[in-house]
């Protein structure tokens, strides 16, 4: 069976925040999604290229370029999530936490100290504890007084070995 090869488009935007680790928030849509319908898919057949690049070029032009242009700064894409023009997910991408993280982070950056507390603390919260198997994050990290090795971490964190 011979596949086809198509191409859709998405469009979305990276921003860097200045935090100790200058973290980023990125955030894409596929071009149907922002047209209002199904994805768009356009082949890339030899006897179809031209006819489907001017479709492709017409939409970004007509769809993905003002999209862009509305979310050009933290403010604006913050701004729009609280009206409800953009939902959380469409702002900050798909993971629940991640999502409370770069919103917190981006009030900060907006100074608004009291909503970024509350978004960081509520991005915590989504962490399943079993990530760090039960283990307390601070017996994870090594004492710099005592110096602890990673052997002695494992001992904290129930997962001694066997001598």
């Known amino acids: 069976m011979k596949r086809s090869a198509r191409f859709t488009i998405n469009v979305g935007w990276t921003f860097t925040l200045a935090t100790p680790d200058d973290t980023a928030f990125h955030a894409s849509r596929r071009i149907g999604d922002l047209a209002g319908g199904p994805d768009t898919w356009y082949s890339l057949a030899p006897d179809q290229i031209d006819e489907q690049f001017a479709r492709?070029?017409?939409?970004?032009?007509?769809?993905?370029?003002?999209?862009?242009?509305?979310?050009?700064?933290?403010?604006?894409?913050?701004?729009?999530?609280?009206?409800?023009?953009?939902?959380?997910?469409?702002?900050?991408?798909?993971?629940?936490?991640?999502?409370?993280?770069?919103?917190?982070?981006?009030?900060?950056?907006?100074?608004?100290?009291?909503?970024?507390?509350?978004?960081?603390?509520?991005?915590?919260?989504?962490?399943?504890?079993?990530?760090?198997?039960?283990?307390?994050?601070?017996?994870?990290?090594?004492?710099?007084?005592?110096g602890a090795s990673g052997n002695n971490n494992r001992e904290l964190c129930g997962d001694t070995p066997q001598q």
């Open 56 to 146: 492709a070029t017409a939409l970004i032009l007509r769809i993905a370029l003002p999209y862009l242009q509305r979310y050009t700064s933290v403010e604006s894409i913050v701004r729009s999530h609280e009206r409800g023009d953009l939902t959380i997910k469409q702002a900050f991408g798909p993971d629940r936490g991640w999502q409370l993280f770069h919103l917190g982070f981006c009030h900060a950056f907006l100074g608004r100290t009291n909503d970024a507390v509350s978004s960081l603390q509520a991005s915590f919260k989504t962490i399943p504890l079993n990530r760090t198997n039960g283990c307390n994050s601070e017996k994870l990290a090594p004492s710099r007084k005592s």
